[in-house]
């Protein structure tokens, strides 16, 4: 059984950082595409980064175009976890954050929530103005 978990949410003031993080437990996880997604009250979950893999040891980074530039996606497989470090976040970025894992990525498809086969149960980010 995969299962993950988020870490890192908080309230925080506009401009400031925040890094989120998602252990993931049971599986592979080096074989994992691994996705951020987020969702705010009244919206549709979106994508947020993505990071998957070139050969053994080189990584392929997606960002939504409202992080890019001021969020950096990362991944530890010798820790079964991944990051999403966000910087000088504004009040639209107040959300429930999630991370997703797809264990059969297709190409392309990165910024697509359907395709993610395992999630955690999120983590609240609060940004104030």
């Known amino acids: 059984q995969v299962q993950l978990e988020e870490f890192g949410g908080g309230l925080v003031q506009a401009g400031e950082s925040l890094t989120l993080s998602c252990k993931v437990s049971?599986?592979?996880?080096?074989?994992?595409?691994m996705g951020w997604f987020r969702q705010a009250p009244g919206k549709e979950r979106e994508f947020v980064a993505a990071i998957g893999w070139i050969g053994r040891t080189a990584f392929t980074h997606y960002y939504a175009a409202f992080v890019k530039g001021r969020s950096i996606i990362s991944r530890d497989n010798s820790k079964t976890t991944t990051y999403l470090q966000m910087d000088d976040l504004k009040p639209e970025d107040t959300a429930v954050y999630f991370c997703?894992?797809?264990?059969?990525?297709?190409?392309?498809?990165?910024?697509?929530?359907?395709?993610?086969?395992?999630w955690g149960p999120g983590t609240q980010v609060t940004v104030s103005s």
């Open positions: 049971g599986g592979t996880f080096s074989n994992y595409f």
């Open positions: 997703a894992a797809d264990t059969d990525y297709v190409s392309g498809t990165y910024d697509n929530r359907f395709r993610y086969d395992f």
